[in-house]
Structures are given as C-alpha cells and as structure tokens.
C-alpha cells in the first residue's frame, strides 16, 4: 500500500515501482484508432453518490442520495437571483467528483461503447486554491486528496482494464501551480528574469526560500507548501519571466509563466542540440512512476506548444522506450498543440497524435449546423502530394477529433458553449457525434455530450469564467447541467446514447469506419447534376452531406442531414467500381432502415438515392 510520504523521486516507494518491471503490464491496442475515447474531468463527473443508475455489473443502483435528472428540473437552480449566484459560484469550485465515482460509472461508458477513458488532471493541487480543473499541480508524486488517493486511481483502472477499457491521464510538464510569489506582485513578460519572495507555505506566505527545502527550518512546506517532489524545489527549476501576454511570440510562449501559473525550466526549443535539464529529467521519472504503479496506457500532454519541441521530442523518447521495457508496445502520447502547426510538431517530437483543435475542431463543430462547405473538413484528411509537410494533412491516428471540449481555445470569442447550446445544435449533436465516430481519426467524446449538455449558463459580465460553463457536473452537486442541482445525468435510456452505442458497435465491427480511406461524395437532387454542397451567402447548408469509407474493396456509406424540420433526399455518388448495376446496399444504422438499389449513369457514374430524416444520420453497407 503506498504511502502518503513519497517526497522525492528517490523514495524506496518510487523507485520500488520503477524498477519492477517483469511483472504483467496491461497490453496497448493494436491501433488507437479502433479505439473511442472519452474525456472527463474528475471533479465534474461523479461523486459516487447517485441513485437510480445501472452499475458495472448491470444493476439497477437504488441507493444514494442524488436523483436522475428529469426534463422539469431544468433550471432548478436559476428560479432566483441568489440561487442563481450560488449556483454560478459553485461552478468556480471543486463541486465533489471523485475516483470512486468515475470506477461507479464505468459500466455506463462501456455500454456506450466507450474503450478508452482519458482523465483530467489527478496529481495534487494546492490546498488553498480552487484549482478544480488540475492543471495546477504542487506535488506531482500524489493525488489530489479531493479526488481521493494513490490506490483509487489503481483500483479504477483495475476495474476498467477488466471491462476492456484503456486509461488515459492529463499530465503537464510545462508549468506547476502558483507555488511561489515574485518580489513585485504579478509582472509581465518582458524577456527578463524577476526577483521572487519565496516558495509559499501552507497558509499561502511566500517565505520558504526557493532551494532544497529544510523541513526542520520550514515544517509548513510539507505537504502544501512549497513544490514537490523536492528534486523540483531549485530555483532554476522555473524561469521566472513572468506572465505572456502575446502568445504567439517566440520565445514569450515557450518561458512566460501560464497566467498565475509558474513556468518550468524544461530545457530550449531546439530539438536537434537539445540537453535535458534537472526539471524535465525529474518529470520523466515522475510520470514513469505513474505509468508503472497504475499500469497507464497513456498520457494527454497539456500546453505542448509552450513546451517547445526539444523538451517534447526528449519526452516522448523517454516515455516511449520505457514503456516498451513494459511490453506496453503502441502507449500513447497525444499533445495539445494550439495554433497552425500541429502535425509538424507531431512529425519532429515524435508524439503520437495530436488533438483536433484549432481548424479541425473548427469545422467538425460547424459544419453539422451548415455554418461552412463539408469540404473545408474533409479537405483537412486529404492524401496530398507533399504529405507530411502541408499543414493540413492528416493521417488516421495522428489526431484525435472531438466536437466539445473543456478549454474550447479555438472558440472565436469569450461566450463558451457547447455544440447543442444554439444554431440546431440539441437537436443536431446526436448526428454530430456519429459523423465524429465515423470521419477519419480517434473519437473522443466529451463527458455530458452525450446527454446532450449545452454549457448555458451566464454571461461575459457576471464575473466568472466562461470555462466553467462548459464544465458542468455530471453528477449535478451544486453545478449541476441545465442549471440545475442536486440531479445526475447518468441516463442509458435516451436516444442518443442508444444511438451512439449502436453506432460504436458498428465501428467496432467494420474496419472500414476504423481504417478506411475516406472520400466526401457529390450529390444531386435531380439525378443528373453533381457537386460538392457549398455555402452561399449568410445562409446555412441544410442538406444531406454524404462520404464513403473504404477499406479492402468495402464500402459503407455515411449521411447526415444539417436540416432540422425538413428531410432531406439527395442522389449520392458511390464507388463505381465496387458497386455494380442493381447491387442493394443495406442500412446498418438506424435499424429498420430501407435497404437502397445502386444506379449506373451512362458516364459509369454509380448512384444511389437516400432519404435522411431532419438531424439524421444514417450508415449503409
């Protein structure tokens, strides 16, 4: 059992576990791109208090104290405005989630089809501050105590493993949290290095010098002062240089601190004539300790663009050929890399895949409500002649596609939101995320999205962050979805996730939706003139967007329609080679649908005519 002691990346505890490598380690997937994830921060997603749910077992769970929600509890916490308040204010907290909660409803993920979960932040945050989110780690050797302990997180992906689900966790190694203060307050990037106060202790005065620290002359910097582990205390561990304010420019990115967040001195952005420094050896150790204790099977990088790509690039080596000592051959290392140059900066690091922010998420996000041409999409994942060096060039399991997420850094202006809060989105999310399970890439879906959250819930001048509208509890707690509290949303029995387990099973089934080469298909409405729909104008596509996948001489074809009151019919081209005069193709998803009869054109074109209702979404084979 370990203990709640472990100080240093030399402790007996951590070097026990990095050393004990013969014994079984789970295995990686043959490919992640056979592979749907799932997203959630551990704060927002159970308490492992509802009631009326069904286990991992399949049982009907009748005790706890917190009830399914209903359609007349929305906005049960909004009647007033200081409901309202308290309701808003407790989004801005750690409202409850725990592991405990999160291994309760893995049940509930693999129903859906989940096979892999990736979690937000675990490691430890500072006691004092509401960092719900955990991406402001004080001690990276333990666990948040508010999401419970070391041995949580091994039975949770005990339990997952058992259940074929694979286990991801966010990690950061660009920044820790606000652990120290700087001599003038709060200074900006300006290229120099600021004087600093000290370290801050548990009751958050920065009077513990930044060196080693002496437990016996400062007993209040364990466990919540200052940093750990204490191979991270040095000040040249951090570059000091204060907070960015132009986030594109070089090298301001790469050593401003991330807000009040405190920049780490991980090494330069060369990646040729790269030398590790102290700090970024310690976090290899560090997130090797966790890989071998809870046998992970792999990371989500935060802020890999402030990282730069030396220290990324070093990392990734590290971690891969260590977890290849643990026979964990395909572990995945995915980053978030903002701005235009994701696949170069998978390409030169040799991480694993990037996620779809920025322009892929973008247009996987509009292009269901028919704000821009499906070609802007699938343009994205198109075989160029330069591959590998054009921008926009994707390969299957190089990025990871999602529709909402936590941070939403793309997003064009302040007001957060999720896909179903306007334009059609609640009743086009459903077709959203099966055109996600069903275009190249890995799927992940983000928590609540699949009960159709909206992230509604303030204004730009309420004086909370706009992130926390789209961090909803799941459980419900005091910041509960559909501003409401005190109902969770743990409900097997809507369409959606009916339809998106169905849609899952296919994926698992077929290896074209998993593999396949992937082409966007012209359409006409009179059977005689095709084309790629566009956009005109201010005025939304409403119309069946169509694309194949292919894979081995099969073809299944995938159509949605971005009208919401009206069906849409539309003639669809089809490979003319594999589909012949009077073949039938048959429809897979929705169940029940009426198989289709492929036409031949006299210029060879082969065709076939669908009928999709209003937000549909339909899969033939």
């Known amino acids: 059992m370990a203990s709640a002691g472990v100080r240093s990346i030399l402790d007996l505890e951590v070097q026990s576990v990095l050393s004990n490598r013969d014994r079984p380690f789970h295995p990686s997937p043959i490919a992640w791109e056979d592979q749907v994830l799932y997203f959630l921060l551990p704060d927002r997603f159970s308490d492992d208090n509802e009631t009326g749910y069904v286990d991992n077992d399949g049982n009907y769970v009748k005790s706890g104290s917190t009830l399914l929600f209903e359609s007349q509890d929305n906005g ?23 592991l405990k909660g999160v291994t309760s409803k893995l049940g509930y993920l693999k129903r859906m089809g989940i096979t892999a979960l990736w979690i937000g932040p675990l490691f430890k945050q500072v006691a004092k501050l509401e960092t719900y989110h955990g991406y402001a780690v004080q001690n990276f050797l333990d666990i948040e105590p508010r999401f419970g302990t070391r041995e949580d997180l091994k039975e949770l992906v005990h339990v997952a493993h058992s259940l074929g689900i694979y286990v991801l966790l966010d990690i950061i190694l660009n920044h820790s949290a606000n652990v120290y203060a700087y001599k003038d307050g709060s200074p900006v990037y300006t290229g120099t290095q600021y004087e600093v106060t000290g370290y801050y202790d548990t009751n958050r005065n920065p009077i513990i010098p930044m060196a080693t ?25 951090f570059t000091r240089k204060g907070q960015i304010q132009h986030w594109d420019d070089s090298p301001e990115f790469l050593d401003g601190d991330f807000f009040d967040l405190k920049d780490l001195a991980i090494g330069h952005n060369d990646p040729d004539n790269f030398t590790p420094t102290p700090a970024l050896l310690t976090l290899v150790e560090v997130y090797k300790y966790w890989i071998a204790y809870a046998d992970l099977d792999g990371f989500r990088i935060d802020t890999v663009k402030h990282m730069g790509l030396g220290p990324t690039r ?11 000592t643990l026979r ?29 922010i920025g322009g892929v998420q973008y247009e996987l996000w509009n292009m269901p409500k028919g704000n821009t041409a499906p070609a802007e999409y699938f343009n994205m994942f198109a075989n160029a002649e330069n591959l590998g060096k054009a921008s926009h060039t994707w390969f299957r399991d190089k990025v990871v596609t999602m529709i909402d997420d936590h941070d939403q850094i793309w997003f064009p202006n302040n007001r957060k939101e999720r896909f ?11 077709a959203a995320m099966a055109l996600n399970l069903c275009t190249l890439g890995i799927p992940c879906i983000y928590y609540g999205s699949e009960q159709g959250f909206d992230g509604n819930g303030g204004n730009d001048n309420d004086g909370h962050s706009n992130d926390q509208y789209i ?17 969770h949303c743990f409900d097997e029995s809507k369409v959606m996730y009916k339809g998106l387990a169905e849609i899952a099973a296919i994926r698992t089934k077929e290896l074209a939706l998993r593999r396949g080469r992937q082409f966007l298909r012209e359409i006409s409405g009179n059977g005689t003139d095709f084309g790629f729909p566009y956009k005109m104008g201010a005025d939304k596509i409403k119309t069946v967007i169509a694309w194949s996948r292919i894979f081995d001489g099969v073809e299944l074809l995938c159509a949605m329609n971005t009208d919401t009151d009206t069906a849409g019919e ?11 005069e009077g073949d039938t193709k048959s429809c897979i998803f929705p169940r029940g649908g009426q198989a289709i009869k492929v036409e031949k054109r006299s210029d060879g074109r082969a065709v076939v005519k669908l009928i999709v209702e209003p937000a549909g979404f339909v899969i033939y084979k």
């Not at 620290?213 to 561990?237: F, M």
Request: hydrophobic fraction near 45%.
């Open 76 to 98: 049960n916490a909004v009647t007033n405005a200081i409901d309202s308040k308290t309701w808003l204010d407790a989004g801005a907290k750690f409202v409850g989630g725990n």
């Open 314 to 324: 070093y990392f990734a080596t590290a971690i891969h050929e260590f977890t290849q």
């Open 570 to 580: 539309a003639w669809v081209t089809v490979d003319s080679g594999i589909n012949q």
């Open 471 to 487: 961090r909803e509890a799941m459980f419900g707690g005091g910041f509960g979805a559909f501003r409401s509290h005190n109902r």
């Open 328 to 356: 964990k051959e395909h572990f995945l290392l995915m980053g978030e890399i903002a701005g235009n140059n994701a696949f170069e900066t998978v390409e030169i690091t040799g991480i694993d895949a990037a996620l779809g």
């Open 213 to 237: 620290v002496d437990l016996k002359a400062y007993p209040h910097a364990w466990p919540n002062g200052a940093i750990w582990p204490a191979e991270l205390q040095p000040i040249t561990c």
């Open 420 to 430: 179903s809060f306007g334009g059609g989105g609640g009743k086009l999310i459903g």
